[in-house]
């Protein structure tokens, strides 16, 4: 694997290629911005009024989620994590790694941890694991996700395959639970679901191209879409026809570490 700094969006960022396949990563939250497989087409939504640098959210791409996912926590939605400069530490067993470490009593969060994001991908595949330790000397707990945002070409035409009778929390329906009897999820209207324990693989379905999506260590998979009514000012009008996110994600049942205990989670995306 080829690791160069690079400029781009304005931001510092690593490049990283290999088997004909390219990634850019930004230190920016360790926030991967693009992959593009052997096949050279874009396969992350990253959209062009995203915000960058400083305090910004990057809308688009994988963000990740950590120490607490959405608002269900006491911090600001989605954590810190998406939000601050990361160190990129180099290749390590053919994975870019990145690193982001905080202090026992910090502003934000009281909890001594070592972060880590390692990006592995090849002709085909693109792997992200996220890494969480507990350095302090009391326990803590965590919620966390990779909120992948995937690129699609035509909304109306994809599908998600592979959560039929998995039970989901309903975000639209103050988080009231149903049992998915439907052979596929499908986008014509805003979708904001948390599928429970649904550790079996996935099928992004975008017309006659399939994207299959696999994880470990995560137990949840978040599906969603603002739909058509979406009124987010870092996305362009019909922007949302433009993606769909299939997030790995740990929220239902807090991961709890102990002291000098390690957790990792890892989404694997298939072209």
């Known amino acids: 694997m080829q690791a160069e700094p690079v400029s781009a969006h304005g931001i510092s960022c690593i490049r990283i290629a290999d088997a004909g396949t390219c990634a850019l990563v930004a230190l920016h939250g360790a926030h991967v911005l693009s992959w593009s497989p052997s096949d050279g087409r874009e396969r992350l939504f990253l959209s062009e009024r995203s915000r960058f640098g400083d305090g910004a959210a990057i ?18 939605r989605h954590g810190f994590a998406r939000l601050r400069d990361w160190r990129f530490e180099g290749v390590d067993a053919d994975q870019a790694v990145f690193a982001l470490t905080g202090d026992a009593g910090g502003s934000e969060w009281p909890h001594a941890f070592g972060a880590r994001v390692r990006v592995y991908l090849d002709a085909a595949r693109l792997a992200v694991t996220l890494e969480i330790e507990n350095r302090g000397d009391a326990p803590f707990s965590f919620t966390a996700a990779l909120h992948t945002y995937l690129r699609v070409s035509d909304l109306a035409a994809t599908r998600l395959h592979g959560l039929q009778g998995g039970v989901f929390q309903d975000n639209l329906d103050n988080n009231e639970e149903f049992r998915d009897r439907k052979a596929a999820v499908a986008f014509d209207a805003e979708v904001d679901r948390v599928y429970q324990n649904a550790i079996a693989p996935v099928t992004l379905v975008d017309g006659e191209r399939r994207l299959r999506i696999t994880q470990t260590g995560f137990a949840d998979v978040v599906a969603w879409n603002p739909g058509p009514a ?42």
């Open 59 to 76: 809308r688009g791409g994988i963000p990740i989620v950590f120490p607490q996912f959405g608002t269900r926590g006491p911090l600001r």
């Open 230 to 271: 979406a009124r987010l000012d870092d996305l362009a009008p019909g922007d949302e026809r433009r993606f769909v996110c299939v997030e790995a994600a740990q929220v239902m049942e807090p991961v709890q570490l102990v002291p000098a205990q390690s957790w990792q989670g890892v989404q694997l995306l298939e072209a």
